[in-house]
């Protein structure tokens, strides 16, 4: 969602640390493009001038001007102006010790409130908590059957009392049975509305009033920009809202909903939704968010994006297969399909700081299908195949190819690449007691990288 504002803003960064000394001229040079990047990535006018304001007084002060860096303690004070703008309160949900804990979910309609119910409910079951959903949209056709659905690809309780149709009813008897039944957290879904519907708003006013939540969860389509930041505020004005939840942050908004929420609304962004697996949903961390946009990486997110996908034992039996240099194309597929988990290939490699930038690199962008047809092509193999690629000969490219799909050149490829991967792995192996770390990391992403790319 940031790509566009971050290579703005690298291309600022750069042209400040080309300059030997900085002068006020240079750096009213800079602001303008870093303010022009920033309207152009729809972020609120009036945030845009505070945020300006406050790096130009920071910036044009003497120590920085004479600084040996200059450049540099530009980028810092971006970074931390960018952070005011999230504010200091953590993502995720705060400490409470009411028991069942109640979740509201308010929006407008097709905001993504029903599928965030079902995220939610599979972060907290991460947590150690034990979710029940209940909707409360009687309105919307199939709105109740579908959260039923949700529920069930969530493994969370759903609480449906067979033809109770009154929201305020079915809200106040999901807290009731979640005490009867040892639920810690009710997570109620609502009907999707209008803040000029004044029927509406009172209904949502009386479920508050009957349930009493600990968090007013306030779903914000990301597509939707500064509507969804207004809207917002006249939720919070009428009913209360404690936190936001980002929804469809992967697609292609341009970022200026996250930088201008916080300081329009005047609450946190509690989570952020990057896909469309129950998976997607992650607590809003400001400086992981920062450091991505000003192209530091995130490899917080990488590592524990890595520690949900991958097993513990099948790492440790993967890392003495790469130091004995017996990594075969089995493991490669299986390596593969850990990464699909993780989420779009992208997106890590956008987690990965000092990676060149995706599109510098790779015109044609990153080939998600080139995943399935190695796949295709390494089924295709016998076991033994598989295991010892160098016994694969001429006649055997040929009939992998037509087992897969594709073409032998597409199998002399992806062989000749793999041969030059289990070389770097073996580098990248034999450093990981020492200084591998970081660099590592780069380089098994970046051999991934280019067997990714059509």
Not at 43 to 69: G, H, I, M, P, Y
Not at 447 to 452: D, F, G, I, K, P
Request: proline share 4%.
């Amino acid at each position: 969602m940031f790509d566009s504002l971050s290579a703005r803003l690298q291309d600022v960064f750069r042209g400040l640390r080309g300059e030997v000394r900085l002068t006020e001229q240079s750096v009213e040079s800079a602001l303008r493009e870093i303010r022009m990047a920033l309207l152009e990535a729809d972020v609120n006018f009036k945030v845009v001038k505070a945020f300006v304001d406050r790096v130009r007084d920071r910036a044009v002060d003497q120590e920085v001007l004479r600084s040996l860096t200059p450049g540099q303690q530009v980028v810092r004070i971006v970074r931390d102006e960018m952070l005011a703008l999230f504010g200091e309160i953590p993502g995720g949900l705060p400490p409470s010790s009411v028991t069942p804990r109640v979740i509201l979910l308010l929006g407008l309609q097709g905001s993504g409130k029903t599928t965030t119910s079902g995220k939610l409910a599979v972060w907290l079951k991460r947590q150690g908590r034990h979710p029940v959903l209940v909707s409360t949209d009687v309105r919307r056709p199939a709105a109740i059957e579908q959260l039923g659905i949700v529920g069930r690809q969530s493994g969370a309780a759903v609480y449906d009392p067979a033809g109770n149709l009154d929201p305020v009813a079915r809200a106040a008897g999901a807290v009731a049975d979640a005490r009867l039944r040892g639920f810690d957290v009710v997570i109620v879904d609502t009907a999707g509305r209008l803040h000029i519907d004044d029927e509406l708003m009172d209904e949502l006013v009386a479920i508050k009033r009957a349930v009493s939540p600990v968090d007013l969860l306030y779903v914000a389509d990301a597509m939707t920009g500064q509507d969804a930041i207004k809207s917002a505020g006249e939720f919070n004005r009428r009913v209360g809202v404690t936190g936001v939840v980002l929804s469809k942050l992967d697609g292609d908004a341009r970022g200026g909903a996250a930088l201008s929420v916080v300081s329009v609304v005047g609450v946190p962004i509690a989570f952020v939704g990057s896909g469309e697996r129950l998976q997607d949903l992650e607590p809003f961390h400001p400086d992981r968010v920062v450091s991505r946009v000003l192209g530091m990486g995130d490899v917080l997110s990488l590592i524990e994006k890595a520690e949900q996908a991958i097993d513990k034992d099948q790492a440790k039996q993967l890392e003495e297969k790469i130091r004995r240099d017996q990594f075969t194309l089995e493991d490669f597929r299986d390596q593969l399909r850990t990464l699909r988990r993780m989420g779009p290939l992208e997106h890590l490699l956008g987690m990965i700081p000092g990676m060149p930038n995706l599109k510098e690199a790779a015109p044609d962008g990153i080939d998600e299908k080139q995943v399935h047809r190695i796949e295709a092509i390494i089924n295709s193999m016998t076991p033994h195949e598989r295991r010892s690629h160098h016994v694969i000969n001429g006649s055997r490219r040929k009939r992998i190819a037509r087992g897969s799909g594709t073409s032998v050149e597409e199998v002399n490829r992806l062989l000749k690449q793999f041969v030059q991967m289990r070389k770097m792995l073996k580098v990248v192996g034999g450093m990981s007691s020492g200084q591998g770390g970081r660099g590592g990391m780069r380089k098994r992403m970046a051999a991934l990288r280019s067997m990714m790319q059509g």
